[in-house]
């Protein structure tokens, strides 16, 4: 028998920010209040809450209070599944809360990670946007017309403004971020994003602010101008392919060989199944209820993370109130993404905005 027999929680790791906020309210209480992993300065501003990271610790289970890495290290395809060779988990996912703009930022490929920064994975990525307020506002990709030639000016200027599509994000809308694209998130967001397990980012422009220790942050220009990718477009404002199931509905968001996102809202009791091949996670947003097997229950809320292993079987979500989650996996593009959408007879022009190959 596995040792992951069931769904287990994963615990929260809080990172405080100069650009986050003091009040994570819906989603998260403040960890100085819950006694999470993070700032316990009640001045200080989280922007971000990772859910999948190393040092995230499993709450339930015979791995409890074993940390991600430990886990992944250990048992690999028994808590990954077969599709994923390594012994790292494959993917890491983290809410993002903003009151002032992120620095102007881009990220390598795997390629390119790997022959400069010392092996690493580079970076993929997407977003999720949970909320934007009045001011919410995101840069995404070079206007067109610019070139290379105008990128260090504009970095050392402090005017990336002036050079990157500027848009105001819709709650649930999503964009897919490939390696090169320029990009910053502005004030006013609550972003959901998942990408390749790297936090590698080299930095562009950050606005001659200081860090958290007052000293201003480095800034990445030779490797990030080496890496940008000026005819890259932005990728958003997506087809949204949502559809009534018997619980509920079920949303297919976007698809890359690094990562899927599915949204789902449970007004019933509803019966999953774990994937065979692959671990799956759960980011509860709204609702609370409870998660059943055979061994029991266990009550989940919105912030809880839960990793659905490929041992775990049936479980049933039953709320106690509508329940709204996001799953992500690394996907088979074809049997996840591209089949089910045929089936629902959605056009291949549709399918194909949403699935980046």
């Not at 390594?86 to 809360?97: E, H, S």
């Not at 089910?340 to 022009?349: A, G, M």
Request: net charge negative; with cysteine.
């Amino acid at each position: 028998m596995s040792t992951f027999n069931g769904p287990v929680q994963l615990s929260n790791i809080y990172k405080p920010k100069i650009w986050g906020r003091r009040d994570l309210e819906p989603l998260f209480e403040m960890p100085d209040s819950q006694g999470g992993t993070g700032s316990t300065t009640p001045d200080e501003r989280i922007g971000e809450v990772w859910v999948t990271d190393d040092t995230s610790r499993f709450l339930n289970g015979p791995t409890a209070g074993m940390t991600l890495a430990e886990a992944s290290e250990k048992y690999g395809p028994e808590l990954h599944g077969t599709s994923w060779p390594g012994r790292r988990f494959p993917l890491l996912a983290k809410y993002i809360f903003t009151s002032d703009w992120l620095s102007v930022q881009v990220h390598p490929d795997d390629a390119y990670a790997t022959m400069h920064d010392g092996g690493s994975l580079g970076k993929c990525e997407m977003w999720y946007f949970v909320q934007s307020d009045p001011d919410g506002a995101i840069l995404l990709g070079l206007k067109p017309g610019v070139t290379k030639e105008q990128l260090l000016p504009a970095f050392k200027g402090g005017n990336s403004r002036d050079i990157l599509h500027a848009f105001r994000p819709e709650p649930e809308e999503a964009a897919f971020l490939a390696p090169g694209i320029v990009h910053a998130l502005g004030p006013g967001l609550v972003v959901f994003e998942v990408e390749e397990n790297s936090d590698i980012t080299y930095r562009l422009d950050d606005f001659n602010r200081p860090g958290l220790d007052g000293k201003p942050r480095a800034l990445h220009l030779e490797k990030g101008l080496d890496v940008i990718r000026p005819e890259l477009p932005p990728q958003r404002n997506l087809p949204r392919l949502e559809f009534k199931e018997k619980y509920g509905t079920r949303r297919f968001v976007l698809a890359s060989r690094y990562f899927a996102l599915e949204e789902l809202s449970v007004r019933h009791a509803a019966t999953f199944q774990s994937a065979p091949d692959r671990v799956q996670v759960l980011s509860i947003l709204e609702g609370d209820g409870r998660i059943e097997n055979e061994a029991g229950w266990l009550g989940y809320r919105p912030g809880d993370t839960w990793l659905i292993p490929p041992a775990a079987g049936t479980y049933r979500m039953v709320p106690g109130l509508d329940t709204k989650f996001l799953k992500f996996y690394v996907p088979d593009i074809e049997k996840d993404f591209t089949e089910p959408l045929k089936q629902r007879k959605v056009p291949q022009e549709k399918i194909r905005q949403i699935i980046f190959e």
